[in-house]
């Protein structure tokens, strides 16, 4: 085993959420454009780093570039350092670790930046192996393009051979970003966060607000817009109510904390690191008042006993 003091700093040390720059400039799913625009990003933006949130999780992908381009106009007028974290497609036609340093190259060019603080592989697909991309992912390092390396809806066993490749490198794995909220605790119940904490590799959470629906604004009478209406339709929206009730009812007992920011202050207490995807400064101000408070440990417990059992209604 590597020597852990070489290991290079941890961008992600002493960070408790972030915010997704998923929606920004994507006009498909989330309707960039239409119901928001480049200034309600900017005031997000900017309230969020007033608020202490520097870290902003974005992709090569979203918005074919467009999210990228976004942050790196937004990181220009930044008054204090930001964190990025930016992520690689492997894409079946990128068959050598070298088109991840291409990539990589192609991200910063949108952000603007010389280096990013995490670069993550987006997806385990195939047929390029694992370890291949983290032979680039530590080119890409020792070339001072990103501080740390991370990988994205990797299970277990794969997080564990990220991890290992890493370390012959001499270098960490500092995380894996998945799914996981209080509607899919799925990394809790097939072992990949205990994993993650015993490696050492911190699990970043996307998905946080299950893509709006913990926020409570969404119900059986008025659904998501748009794609997410199909999966969050009125039968799935009337089981989830008992837990949207429960965490209406916690968030009034902390001085009138609202739904979202429950939904993410739980992910903190997990030890996850939230990355909600705000689209507005109203959305940035609530998502951001998710820090500096904490649900006592009997709140968690009841939060996951009434999670599991709409997870039970949900499987019906
Ligand atoms: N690695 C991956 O494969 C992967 C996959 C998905 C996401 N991600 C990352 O995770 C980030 C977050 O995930 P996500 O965007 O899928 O879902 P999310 O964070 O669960 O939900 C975000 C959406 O919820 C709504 N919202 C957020 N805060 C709100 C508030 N305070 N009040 C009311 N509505 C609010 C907004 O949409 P509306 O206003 O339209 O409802 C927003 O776009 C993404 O931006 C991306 O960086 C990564």
Redesign the pocket.
């Known amino acids: 085993m590597s020597d852990q003091s070489s290991y290079p700093e941890d961008p992600l040390e002493g960070i408790e959420l972030g915010f ?4 920004w400039g994507d006009r498909l799913m ?2 960039y454009g239409r ?1 928001y625009n480049l200034g309600d990003l900017r005031a997000a933006f900017e309230y969020a780093l007033g608020a202490g949130v520097t870290f902003f ?3 090569e992908v ?1 918005g074919q570039g467009q999210s990228e381009l976004i942050l790196g106009q937004l990181l220009k007028a930044a008054g204090r350092p930001v964190k990025i974290a930016t ?1 690689f497609m492997p894409f079946p036609w990128r068959l050598a670790r070298q088109a991840l340093m291409k990539a990589l190259k192609g991200s910063l060019r949108r952000l603007g930046v010389p280096q990013v603080a995490l670069y993550q592989v ?2 385990p697909l195939p047929p390029v192996n694992i370890e291949t991309w983290m032979e680039g992912m530590a080119e890409a390092v020792h070339a001072g393009l990103t501080l740390a390396v991370g990988v ?2 990797y299970d277990t066993a794969q997080t564990r051979r990220a991890h290992e490749r890493l370390m012959r490198e001499g270098l960490r794995l500092a995380s894996n ?1 998945v ?1 996981y ?1 209080l509607l899919n605790r799925k990394i809790e119940k097939d072992g990949l966060l205990k994993a993650c904490q015993e490696l050492g590799v911190r699990v970043i959470a ?7 629906v ?2 409570g ?2 119900g059986p009478e008025n659904p ?2 748009g794609i997410r209406g199909g999966q969050y339709n009125r039968r799935y929206l009337e089981k989830i109510e008992p837990l949207l009730t429960l965490m209406k009812h916690i968030g009034s007992d902390h001085a009138g904390k ?1 739904p ?1 920011q429950v939904a993410l202050n739980w992910v903190i207490c997990k030890g996850a690191i939230p ?5 507005t400064l ?2 940035a101000e ?2 951001a008042g998710a820090l500096n408070w904490r649900l006592s440990e009997e709140e968690v417990l009841r939060l996951d006993e009434v999670s599991d059992q709409v997870e039970k209604e949900l499987s019906k």
């Not at 996307?206 to 709006?212: A, D, E, N, R, V």
């Not at 990355?275 to 689209?279: A, F, L, Q, S």
Request: avoid cysteine; proline fraction near 9%.
């Open positions: 997704g720059a998923w929606a989330w309707g119901s999780d974005t992709a979203y992520k987006h997806m994205s809806n970003q799914e909220n996307y998905s946080p607000l299950q893509q709006g913990l926020t604004k969404y998501p817009p609202t979202a990355i909600p995807g705000v689209k109203s959305q609530q998502d």
